[in-house]
């Protein structure tokens, strides 16, 4: 789901710059203020597993990629504001270390799959956990805010992708960045993570129930 360098015209990834550079700022702000002895271990190992699950991809046509993320063992366990600070580290490190992503796509990496999918998936686990906890469903309080954070931000990416031959063209008509439209990049982005998100919502359950008070923060 990683978009690299290159394929996003200017005028798009400085407006996402713009966008989430505040609420990076806001999130240091609000993290700040919980930090303690029991969230920071935690953090730092779901961090490294984010890092982990989101190295192993599988390329997709046109440059991206299908992969688990881990946003939503952060989101759930840790909070929102300190998964997405986590999420856009774990981003910087894999396009620094890796070249997985770009550092001028990093704003809208950061943007679909940190702050709206991660929230979408904070937003649909409170909707549902008072609702499923004392139910043998408590299982899709994580399951399925998991699932459509993932297919969100898939969503997203394949949309910010498809509009990008509209935003820059050479002399003759053709792209000057990601060359395939909406038509292309929605069934081949989303389809695949449709299925990733379900192996992550069951991923994520999984781990959480082992988690001592594993629900620290939503």
Excluded: K
Excluded at 50 to 58: D, E
Excluded at 148 to 167: C, D, E, N, S
């Amino acid at each position: 789901m990683h978009i690299p360098d290159g394929l996003i015209a200017p005028q798009a990834y400085l407006a996402a710059t713009a966008l989430v550079a505040p609420v990076w700022a806001l999130g240091v702000r609000r993290l700040a203020r919980r930090l303690d002895e029991r969230l920071i271990p935690r953090l730092a190992v779901l961090t490294a597993l984010a890092f982990v699950l989101s190295t192993i991809m599988i390329p997709l046509p046109g440059g991206t990629s299908a992969h688990l993320i881990g946003i939503g063992l952060l989101v759930i366990a840790c909070g929102f504001w300190a998964a997405f600070l986590a999420f856009s580290l774990v981003l910087l490190l894999q396009a620094v270390v890796f070249g997985a992503g770009g550092i001028t796509t990093l704003p809208i990496n950061a943007l679909c799959m940190g702050l709206v999918g991660g929230g979408v998936i904070a937003l649909g686990h409170r909707a549902l956990i008072g609702r499923l906890a004392a139910t043998r469903w408590s299982m899709l309080a994580v399951l399925l805010p998991v699932w459509a954070g993932i297919a969100v931000a898939a969503t997203l990416i394949a949309l910010v992708l498809g509009i990008q031959p509209l935003l820059g063209q050479d002399s003759s008509g053709q792209p000057l960045y990601f060359p395939f439209r909406i038509a292309v990049t929605l069934p081949v982005i989303v389809m695949p993570h449709l299925v990733t998100g379900a192996i992550e919502g069951l991923l994520s359950a999984a781990v959480l129930e082992i988690l001592p008070a594993r629900r620290l923060a939503t």
